[in-house]
C-alpha cells in the first residue's frame, strides 16, 4: 500500500523558517518523482516545488523561488521542503505528491498520482 505521510508543519512568524518532511512507504521514491504543493483557503492547490527521480533536477514555483528548497533522501525514502523567509501568503496546507509517469511538466497536479494528507502552514504577520 502506498502512502505518504507529512510532518514538519506549524504556525511561524514572518521572516521564519520551517521544514517539512514526507516519509513514503510502498514504493521506493528513486523510481518516482517527489513534489510539494499548497492549497490556501478557497484557493486551487498549486505547484510549489519539485525534484526528479536522482535528484539532480529541481524545479520551484516563481512564488518560492530562492525561499525554499526541495531535497530528497533516496536511502531514506524521504523528501523535504525547507522553508525559509516565510510570508503570510505562504499559509496553507502542504501536500506531498509522487508520480510514477513521466512528463515534462512538473507542476501539473493531475500528473501526480499519489498524495500525503497534508500538513497545515501558518505564518503570522
Known amino acids: 500500500q502506498v502512502r505518504l505521510v507529512e510532518s514538519g508543519g506549524g504556525l511561524v512568524q514572518a521572516g521564519g523558517s520551517l521544514r517539512l518532511s514526507c516519509v513514503a512507504s510502498?514504493?521506493?521514491?528513486?523510481?518516482?518523482?517527489m513534489a510539494w504543493f499548497r492549497q490556501a483557503p478557497g484557493k486551487e492547490r498549486e505547484f510549489v516545488a519539485a525534484?526528479?527521480?536522482?535528484?539532480?533536477?529541481?524545479y520551484y514555483s516563481d512564488s518560492v523561488k530562492g525561499r525554499f528548497t526541495i531535497s530528497r533522501d533516496n536511502a531514506k525514502n524521504t523528501v523535504h521542503l525547507q522553508m525559509n523567509s516565510l510570508k503570510p501568503e505562504d499559509t496553507a496546507v502542504y501536500y506531498c505528491?509522487?508520480?510514477?509517469?513521466?512528463?515534462?511538466?512538473?507542476?501539473?497536479?493531475?500528473?501526480?498520482?499519489?498524495w500525503g494528507q497534508g500538513t497545515q502552514v501558518t505564518v503570522s504577520s
Open positions: 510502498g514504493f521506493t521514491i528513486s523510481s518516482i518523482v
Open positions: 505528491a509522487a508520480r510514477s509517469g513521466y512528463y515534462s511538466d512538473y507542476g501539473g497536479r493531475g500528473t501526480y498520482n499519489y
Open positions: 525534484a526528479t527521480r536522482s535528484g539532480a533536477s529541481r
